[in-house]
């Protein structure tokens, strides 16, 4: 919305019950109710969201980053109701958007890929030959899959029908298909991702890499821009085969391929996510640009102004994803009334944040605050500034894994880039999780009162009242001058 506004485009929110009063709500132009709080009621109902574009003259419909963004039928109903789908075409959704479909792709594409099927496996004996012949151990995966649902890890046969039978149930009730495919385990790879963009014009660019081996449960909680271990040949590499998968696809718009990174940095295609990432602000920040602007404009039908030699990855960032969760307690998601806000600002630190004091984080979606960036010349900057950052943020009435970050950050073995996939679940074994307790509201309070109070000690002057007046307006007017 912001990238709109800054385009002079008016914006239209949607929301449930729940959000009706959520920050997007109220940053729109406009806002209209979709239905009840579940999903399927509400934010998945494509029917009702073209119905309000229709009403409101709506030319395009931006996706976000869940819900209906990798949906090719929507995308095809977009088309037909004559309105913008700000991402790619729905063919090139289906030729990545499953994981056996990508997997396909990326042998069309020459691009290294994990060995494993290309196709979902049609019962456990299938699943037992594939594994036979690629070794253990393997990764049963959904391949309609995300966020690490329909996944289990096998290191022997005898193991391997009772995961298959646990992975294929997973898989229906998480996204309506029990296919699932076989691919050999790489041991503690790092994750790595590259950020592509392209437009109608047949133009393609890789925008550099994302690092995402912190992870806990295949889910991302830490990423950076750009990874400690990819220097210029190996990124290179990566970016050229990502925008060769993108041409084979007949790519448009913003998407991310992923990759495994091994010790010896071999690359292999793990996946492409067919929409905008919620972990692009820190390629924003080493690049830039303003990754939805170009969404935009590609989808008005501009070239991009941009050739790859214009690309130049600048300092590093990271990007620590809050949410309201209780570490201590297995992450269980901590919702009710957010009763203080204190968020940090200063050199280096961005926040793109969806929550405001007195909001009710609900049960009912994924429970992310913000998403929280610092910037540095270098990594060990952007570590102390997130640090400083976490520091000055104060959440009452709910728990965070803001300590959780702290923890994580102040790591030996994080400031040292010695992470893979496997990083978390080796921090967390060696001992509990130590969030401290909640912040009691008269906790709450005081810091609130010490900041004020912090922030009037700086607008006092020494001099009288009257005095300070006439100083505070010689500034302004300096400023201005």
């Known amino acids: ?86 991402g790619p075409p729905a063919s090139a959704m289906r030729a990545l958007g499953s994981k056996t479909k990508a997997r396909q792709a990326a042998d069309a594409a020459r691009m290294p890929r994990v060995p494993g099927s290309v196709t979902g496996l049609a019962n456990v004996e299938e699943a037992l030959q594939v594994a036979a012949e690629i070794g253990y151990p393997v990764m049963l995966k959904a391949a309609a899959g995300g966020g690490g649902k329909g996944m289990r890890a096998v290191t022997s046969a ?16 998480s996204f309506g298909s029990g296919e699932v495919y076989l691919e050999k385990l790489i041991e503690r790879p790092r994750h790595i991702e590259i950020q592509v963009m392209a437009d109608q014009h047949g133009n393609c660019l890789y925008l550099g890499e994302r690092e995402c081996s912190v992870q806990r449960r295949h889910q991302k909680v830490i990423e950076e821009a750009p990874s400690a271990v990819v220097g210029e040949d190996l990124r290179r590499r990566m970016g050229e085969a990502a925008v060769r998968l993108a041409r084979t696809a007949g790519y448009v718009s913003a998407g991310t391929v992923e990759f495994l990174v091994d010790a010896e940095q071999n690359f292999y295609f793990l996946e492409m996510n067919t929409r905008l990432q919620v972990e692009h602000p820190v390629t924003e920040m080493v690049t830039g640009l303003d990754l939805v602007q170009m969404q935009l404009r590609v989808a008005m039908g501009e070239p991009l102004d941009l050739r790859q030699e214009d690309i130049h990855l600048r300092g590093h960032a990271i990007e620590c994803r809050l949410y309201a969760e209780d570490p201590e307690n297995n992450f269980l998601p901590s919702p009710g009334r957010i009763t203080r806000l204190l968020q940090p600002s200063g050199p280096g630190i961005r926040e793109d944040c969806g929550v405001y004091e007195g909001w009710n984080v609900p049960l009912d979606y994924d429970p992310m605050l913000s998403k929280l960036i610092s910037y540095g010349a270098t990594r060990e900057v952007a570590i102390r500034r997130m640090l400083r950052a976490l520091d000055e943020y104060v959440v009452g009435g709910i728990r965070t894994n803001i300590a959780f970050f702290q923890r994580i950050l102040l790591d030996e073995d994080f400031r040292a880039a010695r992470i893979d996939t496997s990083y978390l679940e080796r921090l967390l074994a060696s001992a509990p999780v130590s969030e401290g307790a909640a912040v009691p509201e008269e906790v709450v309070v005081l810091a609130a009162a010490l900041f004020a109070a912090q922030q009037r000690e700086v607008s006092v002057p020494t001099a009288g009242a009257a005095e300070s007046r006439w100083i505070t307006a010689g500034r302004c007017e300096g400023v201005r001058a």
Do not use: Q, W
């Open 158 to 173: 005898a193991d391997l029908p009772s995961a298959y039978a646990t992975a294929s149930s997973e898989a229906e009730r």
């Open 1 to 86: 919305m912001r990238s709109c506004c800054e385009m002079g485009l008016a914006t239209v929110a949607v929301y449930s019950d729940v959000d009706r009063a959520a920050l997007h709500v109220t940053y729109a132009d406009e806002a209209y109710r979709l239905g009840p709080a579940p999903a399927a009621e509400s934010y998945l109902r494509g029917d009702r969201i073209l119905e309000i574009a229709k009403k409101v003259g709506a030319d395009a419909i931006h996706p976000g980053y869940g819900f209906l963004s990798e949906n090719a039928s929507f995308a095809e109903a977009c088309e037909s109701a004559g309105i913008t789908f700000i």
